[in-house]
C-alpha cells in the first residue's frame, strides 16, 4: 500500500511506480533517459493493445446466460446438453455485424451475426450463425470474393454500391438473401429484437445411432422490431453503439433478453429425394414440411467484465461439436469448419482455447489432450504429463466412439456443381418471399433496393440485377425496374 489507501501503482514486474505524471529526464528541461522503465513500458503496451479485428463480423457485442431445455428431444439427439428438460447449460452469445470495422455503426443495414457458445459438460459446442435462415452464396470458394466486394474497395478505400451489386448480378443464388436483407428485417432495432438461426443444415444423431438433418431457429421473445432505412441512417449518426446500450443497459436494469430454441426435423433417409436440395444454404424448409419443434431457451442475464478479453478474444467455431450433433454436406458448412479456427489462430494465437471465455468447462484442466506449447501458454496441465500418445503413463486417450453417425459418400472427386434436386432453382423462394410481404413493404424493399442499384454506374449490371428480382416474381422485377429509373432520371 502507498501512504494513502490506495493500492500502489507498479510496473509490469510488479515493482514500485515513483512518478506516474512526469518521464524522466536529464535535468529539469533536458531530455528523456532510456533508463525510465515506466515510460517505455507504457508506451510500449499501449501500442500493442490492438489485435487484427475479425476480417468480417468485427463489430460485435456478447453476453452470458444460460440455454435451458424445455422440451424433450432425445428422439433425434443424444446430445447431453438437450438430454432433459430443466437442465441448464452455461452458454456465452456474441452478436454482430458482418461488413463493417470494429467502429462500424450497430443501426446498418447487414445481417447480424448470432454466435451461440454452449459450455456442455461434453465439451464446448459452438453454433455460429446469423439473423437470416439463409445466405448469399452456396460454395465457400466465392466467400472471400462476396466479402471483397462488401467491404472497402482497394483503390477507393470505401463500400462501393458497384462492387456489392456486381457480384450479385453475377451470383443468381443471392436473389433470397438480398430480397431478405433489403426487407424490414435487413435493419434490426437491437440484438434483442431478432430471431437467430443456424441457417445451415446440421446433422443429429439419437442413442440409437439413427441420424436427423435438423435447422436451429432462436426466436426472439422480445418480438421482432426493426428500424426504417431513414431511422437507421439517423441512428448511425447519432449512437453508432446503439445495439451495445441497449443490450448493456437491458441486462443491467434485469430485463433479460430471452428466445426460445426450435428445430426443423428431417429424417436423414428423405434428404437424397427432398424437392430440393436440403443442404442449399440460399434456401429454407418451409414449416408445413417441417413443422417447428421446441427444444429450449436461451436467456442471457450477465454482462461481460471486460470487453476486450472476453468479447473481442471471444472464439467461435463451426467445428466445434459435442456427441450427438454433426454437420452436414452442406458445402458451405464444410468451407467453415475450416476457416474460424485457423482465423482463430491467426487473429489470437494457438493457445486461445486457454482464455476463459473460450476454455470448455467439462473438465478441469480445460482440453485434456497433448498439445502444450505455443505462444502465450497459461495451461494448468500437470506439467510433469507425457507430452505424446500412446503412452505407459495413464494419459487421456480416444473413446472410439465418432460424435455423429457416418454419411455414405458416392462418385468421384473433382470439382462438382451442388446435387441438383427436381425444384432446385435460385429464384423461386426469393418470389414466395416476395409474395408474403404486405403492399407497405413491399414498397420499402424495392425503394430500399432501388437506393442502392440507382447509384450503380454499369447499366449491364443493373439490368443483371433487375433480371433476377424478374426471375423470382415478374411483379417484383418490374416494380424495380421502375424505382430505380425514376432514381435514375430525377
Ligand atoms: C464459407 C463461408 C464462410 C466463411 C469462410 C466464413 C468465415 C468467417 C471468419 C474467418 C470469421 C472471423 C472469425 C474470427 O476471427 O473470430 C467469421 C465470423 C463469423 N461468421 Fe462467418 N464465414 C462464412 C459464412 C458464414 C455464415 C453462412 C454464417 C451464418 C450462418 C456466418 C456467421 C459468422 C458469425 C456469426 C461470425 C462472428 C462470430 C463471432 O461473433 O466471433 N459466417 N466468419
Redesign the pocket.
Known sequence: MSKSSKPTLTTEAGAPVADNQNSTSAGIGGPLLLQDQHLLEKLARFNRERI???????R?S?AYGYFEVTDDVSAYTSAHFLGEVGRRTETFA???T?ADSLGGPDAARD?????LKFYTEEGNYDL???N?PV?F?K??????D??HSQKRDPFTGKQEPDNVWDFWANSPEATHQVTWLMGDRGIPASYRHMNG????TYQWTNAEGETFFVKYHFKTNQGIRCLSAEQGAELSGSDPNSHQTDLLQSIERGVYPSWTLYVQVMPAAEAADYRFNPFD?TKIWPHKDHPLIRVGRLVLDRNPDNVFAE?EQ?????NNFVPGIGPSPD???Q??L???A???R???GVNHTQLAVNAPKAVATGANNYGRDGLMATNAYDRHAKNYEPNSYGGPVETGAPLSAPQPVTGHWGTHEAPQHTKDDDFFQAGELYRLMSEEEKNRLVANIAGGLSQVSREDVVEKNIAHFAAADPEYGKRVEEAVRELQEG
Do not use: C, Q
Request: glycine residues 10%.
Open positions: 487484427p479485428e475479425r476480417v468480417v463480423h468485427a460485435g456478447g456474441r452478436f454482430s458482418v445481417p447480424r451475426g448470432f454466435a455460429v450463425g446469423n437470416t445466405f452464396i460454395d465457400p470458394l466465392k466467400f472471400p462476396f466479402i438461426y443456424g441457417s445451415h444454404l468479447v471471444s472464439a467461435f467455431s463451426p458445402k458451405m458448412l468451407g467453415r475450416f476457416a474460424y485457423d482465423a482463430h491467426y487473429r489470437l
